[in-house]
Every structure is written in C-alpha cells, then in structure tokens.
C-alpha cells in the first residue's frame, strides 16, 4: 500500500511553545489529508481536513487558530500546535487520502505530542 | 452526523476461538466501512473493508458482515492467535460537500489468551 510518513514520532515541549507536526504522503499525491487526535485508550477524532492549496476544514469544536493546518504542497500538510498547554498532549495521527474523494485513506505513524 | 458506536469495549477469547465485533453506524449514506487494528502507539492499520452494495467479505480468517436494513456492520476473526491481540476499531464513512468523512467507532482492546 502506499506510505504516509510523520514526523517527528514524538515531542516533548514547554508550555506556550508552538510544536510543528508534518504529514508526507511519499509514493502518491494527496489532495485531501486529515488531521486526528487520540487520547490514551480512546478512538480517533478527527479535527480537520486539509485540502492542498486551500483552508482546512475543522470539525466542531476544535480552535483553527489554536490548530494551524498548511497543505501547501500534494505531499506535504502540516500542523501546528500553537502556544502548547499540557491538556494538548496527545497522539495526533495524520492520514492521506489517494486518488478520488472515494479513495483508501493511509494513515502515519503518529507523533506523540507531551507537553510540559 | 454520523455516529458509530462499537462494542464490546473489551473483548478477550481464547486462543483458537472465535472474536467477534459489532458496529452500528446512524447514517445510511454511509457507504464504506473499514475496519482497523491499532497496537499500542502504533499507526492503525487496514485489515478488511466492506462497501455498501456487499453483504459479506472474508479474508483467511478475517470476515466483515454487513446488514445495511440495520445499520449493522461486525468483524469477526476466527482461530485467533496471540498475534492478533490489538486494539481494532470500525468506522463508516460518509461524503459531505464533496469531501470524505471518516468517524469511527471507540474500539474494542482484543485479548486473545495463549
């Protein structure tokens, strides 16, 4: 299948820093990419989809301003945890959509964000 | 919107038995339905998927069932082994606005007991 690659793997961090999280899809194009969060020993929420060349998308609930998405590229989307506090840590996992809106969606390894 | 609840929360078999895990999902435009098996900070990975317009899928020891009428969706995995002991979580999707949604279930942590 194709491979999604994210980085870093995990991050620790001071409270108020900004943290950057990139999601690299490196054998295929994606238009579309989507943003997850995960606490421990819960299911994944989806905080916003990323469309190349335009504003995300963000599910109700999660602050743009607090959570900048870039997809600037077809291979490349990133997040940016801004101003972190320790409520942010978590496992944030990306996932690349191929092809059409209909397409397999493949997920990244996940970076694991602990914020101090 | 879409909800997708799952269950059991916890599941543990033991080696050699069946599992089985049961989804039911609100929206019928939902028209795909994978399922993932996640182990522990790992990424989720793909292991079956079934679309709308197929009843049942099998893969070796992996089968999806669809009910569509109930809005009903179950994994089951037969002859379990050690290795399969992962948390696994169903989802449906659904196209709003042009745009795919997946929501996915809250997961079952599967046990399986040598």
């Known amino acids: 299948g194709a491979v999604v690659s994210q980085h870093p793997s995990w991050v620790i961090c001071k409270s108020g820093t900004s943290v950057k999280i990139e999601c690299r899809s490196l054998?295929?194009?994606?238009?579309?990419m989507f943003w997850y969060r995960q606490f421990p020993k819960k299911s994944l929420m989806l905080m916003a989809t990323s469309n190349e060349g335009s504003k995300a998308t963000y599910e109700q609930g999660v602050e743009k301003d607090k959570f900048l998405i870039n997809h600037a590229s077809l291979t490349l989307s990133t997040l940016t945890v801004t101003s972190a506090h320790p409520e942010d840590s978590s496992f944030y996992i990306c996932?690349?959509?191929?092809?059409?809106?209909?397409?397999?969606?493949?997920f990244g390894e996940g970076s694991r964000l602990t914020v101090l | 919107g879409e909800n997708v609840e799952q269950h059991p929360s916890t599941l543990s078999v033991q080696e050699g038995d069946s599992a089985v895990i049961k989804c039911t999902y609100s929206d019928s435009a939902s028209n795909y339905f994978p399922w993932y098996k996640q182990e522990l900070g790992k990424r989720p990975q793909l292991i079956i998927d079934i679309r709308s317009n197929v009843g049942e899928k099998k893969d070796q020891r992996i089968a999806v069932t669809l009910n569509k009428t109930a809005k009903h969706f179950s994994l089951h995995i037969t002859e379990t082994q050690p290795e399969d002991s992962a948390v696994y979580f169903c989802?449906?999707?659904?196209?709003?606005?042009?745009?795919?949604?997946?929501?996915f279930g809250q997961g079952t942590r599967l046990t399986i007991n040598p």
């Open positions: 996932s690349a959509q191929q092809g059409q809106i209909t397409g397999e969606l493949f």
């Open positions: 054998d295929f194009q994606a238009t579309t």
């Open positions: 989802a449906a999707r659904i196209i709003i606005q042009g745009a795919q949604k997946l929501v």
